[in-house]
Structures are given as C-alpha cells and as structure tokens.
C-alpha cells in the first residue's frame, strides 16, 4: 500500500516538475520581452503564467493532502520524513524527482527576480524622466549661489517650454 501512496505522490511531483519548467521557460521569454519593451508579448506571457501557477497551487494542495492522509505533515519535513519511510526504491525515486523539482523552482525565483530587478529599473527611468518633463528633477544636484550643494535644483517644466 505504501507503494501506491510512493507513486501517486511521485506522480503528483512529476507534474510539479512539469508545470514548473514550462512556467521558467515563460519567465525566460518574458526577460527578452523586458529588455525589449515589447508590451504585447510581456502581456500575453502574463496571461500565460496565470494558468500555470494556479495548477502548481492546486498540485501542492494534492501533495499535502497525500501526506496528510499518510499522517505526515504538509510541509518540507513531513516531505523529507514521508520519503525516509518509503522503500529504497521507491525512496530514490522520489528523491530524484524532488532534487529536479527544486532546481526547476529555484531557477524560476532567481530568474523571476531577475525579470523584477529589470522591471524596477525601468520604472526607476519612466520616473526620472517623469520628473524631467515635469522640471522636478528631484535627482539633479548642483551649487547653490553661495557655494553650497543643493539637490534643489529648480527647473522650467518642459511643458512650459513648448
């Protein structure tokens, strides 16, 4: 019976592992469309991960109720003690597919920070060249009449200008 309950929960992080290299491969493609400014394509991708992460929710749900049902605790230790009571086996197939699973979600949160960080950056531009525009460039720094640094560097509006 335990093998049963080794199997189906290997099958349920098999399908983890699947769900989560398909959504890495849209984060990647969403970094050259962030790099590229391609709006189109960054929102379609966003649609397309939706999907994904709801499935990845509901499998971690089925993999906590697998443990649960074997009176494990649905958390990494209640993983870890479920699959020391497996046979070797089955064990090391389970310890297989969780090291993949792993790697996979760890390279989906490292390259999504990524995609955030260049996010952030780009915000960071729209904003300074807002502020530009606008002629309250609160980034500018200069000398005052006196000598004196001052960041209160005070502008023309550009829209003032035109």
Do not use: W
């Amino acid at each position: 019976m335990a093998t049963t309950t080794s199997k189906k929960l290997q099958s349920i992080l098999l399908a983890e592992q699947h769900v989560s290299a398909q959504l890495l491969e849209f984060i990647m493609a969403e970094r050259k469309a962030l790099i590229e400014s391609d709006a189109e394509f960054m929102k379609s991708m966003a649609e397309k991960k939706q999907p994904l992460v709801i499935q990845l929710e509901q499998l971690g749900r089925q993999r906590d109720g697998v443990l649960q049902a074997e009176g494990f605790t649905a958390d990494k230790e209640g993983l870890a003690a479920f699959i020391a009571n497996q046979i070797p086996q089955d064990s090391a197939a389970l310890n297989r597919v969780l090291e993949q699973l792993k790697g996979t979600a760890h390279k989906c949160r490292d390259n999504n920070q990524i995609n955030g960080g260049i996010v952030n950056v780009n915000r960071q531009h729209l904003q300074r060249a807002i502020s530009i525009f606008r002629g309250s460039d609160g980034s500018a720094t200069s000398y005052g009449p006196g000598g004196e640094y001052s960041s209160q560097v005070v502008r023309q509006p550009l829209l003032g200008r035109v």
